[in-house]
């Protein structure tokens, strides 16, 4: 059967496959009986009671009966919330995979940005998402030493595993209450594909090159069962081209972030009670503040500010308009070095997550989970500074664009004759 759905998933189906898959009619068998004796005329009330009272029989034995591995039982559950009257939307069994990113694994926000296009077009169909059941971790993203440090020594021990659930990161049911979702290793799953086999042509469409629109409002491809993208050679989140055009966004950029799971979301709380009223503050550094060399020697990089705005010294001068001086500041950042922020605490009282370790191995075992518990304390915020801006709105710590794929610039790492301290 796993054989038989793997095929069903990756490969076109073609019309001998179809032919064979459609369902065989069922003979009805004629039976004799003797001839009934002659009757007399009864009543149309008894005769009407009668019949009632049989289909209210037949109903009871059937529902007693009844199978609870069937997939009316199993979308019926709480826990799925799904009925026969969904129709369901596959992109595959990993995110940002098909993709040129098939054989490594891309960070936490490459991935969500992917995930978080699927869920638009599955929200925007009107269909309910298969998400897979794991998400890849990037080894690069998942060193112990952002939460265990000790004096100067960094720990360059990496966590165990090499991907997580994705139910250990997100809530399912809470992302249910906006796009239904079920995991590809759900019984329900297996039951989708099952049917979907069932019904050939009409169960099934895999798709390349079509448009959202014509997905929702063709027949052809609408009344389908279920729809596989994985036919796409692309990263999931280049389906969303225009993401540029704001009002084309269906799900906001906090949507994922605010979607972690309950145990997350408990040790959150947990560390922002103790916290009080604080500022917070993302610095990303790490892979950000990569140089390459240009054919004559010189170091050039993408975000050619980016390494002096998120020194500790640029920092208490950026932020000190939007931040009063004595402030209990949460830190969150991908910086190993011990004591690089130091310099900040003679003006604000420093707070970082290594500082509630003991809280977090309770809930913690990857960093992935780690960033969701940060990004849930820095939502929580009164100010809150990201690195790079996501919104004209944002305060940021440069002016670098977060995106830049082209132009290599040699770094500056003095001040600017424009700044003001």
């Known amino acids: 059967m796993q054989k038989n759905i793997s095929l069903l998933i990756h490969q076109p189906l073609s019309e001998t496959t179809l032919q064979k898959g459609k369902l065989k009619k069922s003979m009805a068998i004629q039976r004799g009986y003797p001839k009934a004796k002659s009757a007399k005329p009864r009543s149309p009330i008894i005769i009407i009671t009668a019949c009632i009272a049989c289909v209210a029989l037949l109903y009871l034995v059937s529902s007693s009966f009844s199978t609870p591995t069937t997939l009316q039982n199993l979308v019926n559950t709480p826990q799925n919330r799904h009925n026969l009257q969904e129709k369901y939307l596959y992109w595959g069994g990993r995110i940002d995979c098909p993709g040129k990113h098939c054989d490594s694994c891309e960070g936490l926000g490459h991935q969500e940005s992917s995930l978080r296009c699927a869920l638009e077009e599955a929200l925007f169909l009107g269909r309910t998402f298969v998400m897979p059941s794991r998400m890849c971790i990037n080894p690069i993203h998942n060193k112990k030493g952002i939460l265990h440090q000790s004096g100067d020594i960094?720990?360059?021990?990496?966590?165990?595993?090499?991907?997580?659930?994705?139910?250990?990161?997100?809530?399912?049911?809470?992302i249910s209450n906006t796009v239904p979702v079920i995991l590809d290793n759900s019984k329900t799953w297996h039951h989708v594909l099952t049917t979907s086999m069932k019904l050939g042509s009409r169960g099934i469409a895999h798709v390349q090159g079509v448009s959202r629109a014509d997905l929702k409002e063709k027949n052809m491809y609408s009344n389908l069962l279920l729809i596989n993208r994985t036919a796409s050679p692309l990263s999931w989140f280049m389906e969303c081209k225009d993401r540029n055009n704001r009002s084309s966004i269906m799900l906001p950029y906090s949507f994922l972030p605010s979607m972690a799971g309950k145990k997350l979301r408990d040790a959150a709380e947990k560390i922002k009670a103790q916290l009080g009223d604080y500022d917070a503050i993302h610095v990303r550094r790490g892979d950000k503040i990569?140089?390459?060399?240009?054919?004559?020697?010189?170091?050039?990089?993408?975000?050619?500010?980016?390494?002096?705005?998120?020194r500790a010294e640029f920092m208490l001068c950026r932020i000190s308009k939007w931040v009063p001086p004595g402030r209990t500041l949460f830190i969150a950042s991908n910086e190993r070095s011990p004591g690089f922020f130091s310099p900040l605490g003679v003006r604000y009282k420093l707070a970082y997550s290594s500082n509630y370790s003991s809280l977090l191995d309770q809930f913690v075992e990857n960093n992935y989970q780690l960033f969701m518990v940060e990004r849930l304390i820095m939502m929580g915020a009164k100010t809150f500074i990201r690195t790079f801006k996501e919104d004209e709105t944002d305060l940021s710590l440069t002016d670098d664009p977060k995106k830049n794929t082209k132009m290599w610039q040699i770094p500056v790492l003095t001040k600017d004759g424009t700044d003001e301290c």
């Open 154 to 174: 960094v720990s360059d021990e990496g966590w165990a595993g090499s991907s997580c659930g994705m139910d250990s990161l997100y809530d399912l049911d809470l």
């Open 290 to 310: 990569k140089t390459r060399k240009d054919r004559y020697g010189a170091e050039r990089s993408l975000h050619p500010h980016l390494d002096r705005d998120t």
